[in-house]
């Protein structure tokens, strides 16, 4: 058996039609074995139905969503607004974890983090693993209530977000303005999960090692995946998830999320990982 682990996991599954075909397609491909399902999201019961039901080793998580879409619970004003849309951006939800008098806060995510949980066991799916739509649970303070709550619901695996910073052979990817964002999203996540981690040990819950995603959001290919799989290649004993968000629109719109939906059916990718050393898998 491999000592290097590779988790290639599907984000925002459950948001849309287009994003559960994806995934279902990937899992048929034979690289996507990992994906995290949204409770709110738009097309929860098709992914159930149409997907976790008839792929049985597809490893499925809890997708946290405090950012985009409605709340499944009322009455959370620090989190949601009158109309039930949440409304806070990342930035809004750091100060307020970090505010002085922040119980009332931190109870209602406590309360719309249940009611997500919830949904998905109560769905039938076994979950497997535990993360967040933008990482919001990457800060700290809201780390580890949901390290409770993965202890409480006996979920073993939860997401910490440290990227080896390495660059792919595309200067011209380099040169994007969202790469520079992404930079400073590497530095902002990597102190999080500096912090993060002994709070997973003490829970004793798993966490991966290393996330590939960060640096190259919005542009992750094959190419993006492989580099990063190759500077760890020469670890030893580790856990590499790449996080990305395929699509596959029936109209055959071409986007960020197809190119990530291409890398599900690459059968060159996948024989480059397992020449590298690594076994593909999920968290069950």
């Known amino acids: 058996m491999a000592d290097k682990k590779f988790v290639l996991n599907a984000d925002d599954f459950g948001m849309s039609e287009a994003f559960n075909t994806a995934i279902l397609e990937g899992y048929n491909a034979g690289i996507l074995k990992s994906t995290s399902l949204v409770a709110n999201g738009e097309a929860f019961d098709e992914a159930v139905s149409k997907v976790v039901n008839n792929c049985p080793n597809l490893g499925v998580g809890v997708h946290l969503n ?3 879409g409605k709340a499944l619970t009322k009455d959370i004003d620090e989190v949601s607004d009158v109309n039930g ?3 806070n951006s990342y930035g809004q939800l750091i100060i307020k974890a970090y505010k002085l008098n922040n119980k009332e806060f931190m ?16 769905a039938g799916v076994k979950i497997t693993h535990i993360d967040s739509h933008v990482h919001t649970h990457a800060i700290p303070p809201i780390f580890k209530l949901v390290c409770k709550l993965a202890k409480e619901y006996d979920i073993p695996q939860i997401r910490t977000q440290y ?3 390495y660059l ?4 011209f990817i380099h040169l994007q ?27 004793g819950l798993n966490t991966n090692d290393y996330l590939l995603g960060v640096g190259y959001t919005s542009m992750m290919n094959s190419l993006t995946v492989s580099t990063g799989l190759a500077v760890l290649k020469n670890r030893k004993d580790i856990v590499a998830e790449a996080l990305i968000h395929p699509c596959r629109y029936e109209d055959g719109t071409i986007d960020n999320h197809f190119t990530e939906y291409r890398i599900t059916q690459s059968d060159k990718l996948k024989a480059k990982i397992e020449q590298m050393g ?4 999920n968290y069950q």
């Open 163 to 165: 990227e080896h910073f």
């Open 66 to 68: 405090i950012i985009e």
């Open 168 to 171: 792919v052979p595309d200067i």
């Open 85 to 87: 849309n949440f409304y």
């Open 278 to 281: 690594y076994e593909i898998g």
């Open 177 to 203: 303005k969202a790469y520079f964002v992404n930079i400073i999203k590497i530095l902002l996540l990597n102190f999080f999960t500096s912090k993060n981690k002994p709070i997973a040990k003490k829970y």
């Open 107 to 122: 109870a209602q995510l406590e309360q719309e983090f249940r009611a997500q949980i919830e949904k998905i066991k109560n």
